[in-house]
């Protein structure tokens, strides 16, 4: 690929970045983001020394209720996405949290760190979660538009702008360390847009095979997603999306997980997502989810039983 050819980095990708290391709104964790430190904090114990906890230690996190305005930008069903309205404050601190992800992605690539805490609380409460839902931005706001899906019998484990290769790293600490009974598996957009660099389809289908055989191992039941389309062009090609998602339809036969096609139930017809179940061309608004939940719910339903 010539240096001309690669896709430019769109104003949401840039956002997904920065949303990346976002705390769940369900958890009420207040966290950092501009080195002071918050009453909550002050009031916490201090285990940023402990040597044990490793690269998280410098793990760049957020007030999620804070960055809210910019979350409901994204879920809230509206005519195209804007930043405009933002608080330039808000959006400064963006400037700063990603100057932080950047150093801190060195130490941590696959940000094993963004959900060690909430893991170790599942761990001690002793409840065995039904389905851990693992996968990028898609999974992570699914959780911000529709709260109700989740708890602790439906955990979501999805990390904003990730690749699969990310996404297979964690899958341990993730998925397989809760004891689940399945997992739902939904990322490779971000590989196509070249996140971490240009991939093929084979890498992307390569690193979902792994993930579906660490689940068999562990005896934890698989429904596999198809890649949710978007709008066309050099970044997410539907040409590209559609060849993956039969490759996965089959990849799922061939190992007896259960596929949950959501692609022509988001679809426009002409290759992108319907304007109207998704603001920014890629990311389902609250509108969009609420087509794929039966989907999922009947898919989750299979395993389950």
């Known amino acids: 690929m010539k240096p001309d050819d690669r896709p430019r980095a769109t104003p949401i990708a840039r956002l997904r970045t920065s949303l990346r290391r976002l705390s769940g709104l369900a958890t009420g964790m207040v966290l950092l983001v501009d080195g002071s430190a918050t009453a909550a904090q002050q009031a916490a114990p201090d285990t940023a020394s402990t040597p044990d906890r490793g690269p998280c230690a410098t793990a760049p996190i957020v007030d999620a209720q804070e960055l809210a305005p910019i979350i409901e930008r994204i879920i809230v069903p509206a005519k195209g996405f804007s930043l405009a309205g933002i608080a330039p404050a808000l959006m400064a601190k963006f400037s700063v949290l990603q100057a932080a992800q950047a150093k801190h992605q060195a130490r941590d690539w696959p940000n094993l760190c963004r959900y060690r805490e909430q893991n170790a609380a599942v761990l001690r409460g002793g409840v065995r979660p039904d389905v851990v839902f693992l996968g990028d931005s898609i999974t992570e706001f699914w959780g911000y538009a529709q709260p109700d899906l989740f708890g602790d019998r439906l955990v979501d484990r999805g990390i904003s702008g990730q690749t699969t290769p990310q ?15 399945a997992v739902h598996i939904m990322a490779g957009t971000n590989d196509i847009a070249g996140n971490t660099g240009p991939t093929s389809n084979d890498a992307i289908f390569d690193n979902i095979r792994a993930m579906v055989d660490i689940a068999a191992v562990n005896h934890i039941k698989v429904v596999l997603a198809s890649i949710t389309p978007a709008a066309d062009g050099p970044a997410r090609p539907a040409a590209r999306i559609r060849a993956l998602n039969a490759r996965l339809r089959e990849l799922a036969r061939q190992r007896g997980a259960i596929f949950v096609d959501y692609y022509p139930a988001l679809s426009d017809g002409q290759n992108g997502i319907k304007p109207a179940l998704a603001n920014d061309g890629l990311h389902p608004n609250r509108d969009g989810y609420a087509v794929m939940r039966p989907l999922t719910e009947r898919a989750l339903a299979e395993a389950l039983r």
């Open 167 to 181: 996404i297979l790293l964690r899958f341990y600490a993730d998925v397989v360390a809760l004891h689940p009974r």
